[in-house]
């Protein structure tokens, strides 16, 4: 644990010195706090949800989270350290969990600053605190699957570049697969697939404020998943 803290403190104090955590952090409170209160009708609905901000998150992440984690691996090449980063007494899976727990630190912040948006919901109705709390945990769960996702892109992008757009494309592609379902005629069993594979999706469940575990069991397997093929990659390229 001692030696993931060390990674991690070194990774949040690259982000505090760097744009991209901040872009972040305003980007994602003001754009889901616009949509939410202003383009989504939440006066209009006249009733307390938070349905509607929850439910933009998947493409929010999709788009912004990918700032975070394009400079993991590809800005440590970039700066001539990554030879140096994976020679010192850490095991892959230290490096990674490090560089992971970073980020997660930098979303937990985030969702720590959108927490009036709840409380200013709950002043103007009876807003449901166990729904609020699915919702949140949804978010941090998703979030962690697609860090973990962008983390594994980063580790075999040459740029950071190249990192952001293959991340933003893929995340994109997972959160959004399964209006295919909707879109296209289907069999049945084939929109099944598709629905099952999907973190957008799987995330519904957590937006409408069902604790499902199965949905939670799926995006700690996709998260343990790709922070392992992380670890996995960088021990190839230790070793190649």
């Known amino acids: 644990m001692k030696a993931m803290l060390t990674i991690a403190r070194r990774e949040l ?29 939440f006066y209009a609905a006249n009733r307390a949800s938070m349905r509607s901000y929850f439910g933009l998150m998947p493409v929010l992440l999709s788009v912004l989270l990918p700032a975070l984690t394009m400079r993991l691996w590809a800005e440590e090449r970039r700066q001539g350290t990554y030879e140096t980063l994976i020679t010192l007494p850490f095991t892959e899976g230290q490096l990674v969990l490090g560089k992971h727990m970073a980020v997660m630190a930098v979303i937990a912040l985030a969702l720590a600053l959108s927490l009036p948006v709840p409380l200013m919901v709950a002043a103007l109705g009876n807003l449901d605190p166990g729904v609020i709390v699915a919702e949140y945990l949804g978010i941090i769960l998703l979030s962690s699957a697609c860090a973990a996702i962008g983390q594994l892109v980063s580790s075999m992008a040459r740029n950071q570049m190249s990192a952001f757009l293959a991340t933003a494309l893929l995340l994109l592609g997972l959160n959004l697969m399964y209006q295919l379902t909707v879109w296209l005629d289907m069999p049945g069993y084939l929109s099944s697939v598709i629905n099952w594979l999907s973190l957008g999706y799987r995330f519904g469940s957590f937006s409408r404020g069902v604790l499902d575990t199965r949905d939670l069991a799926y995006f700690l397997t996709i998260s343990a998943g790709a922070l392992y093929l992380s670890a996995k990659n960088l021990s190839f390229a230790k070793w190649s």
């Open 13 to 41: 104090r690259a982000y505090v010195n760097s744009p991209p955590a901040y872009i972040f952090i305003v980007a994602l409170l003001i754009t889901s706090g616009i949509f939410f209160f202003f383009v989504g009708s």
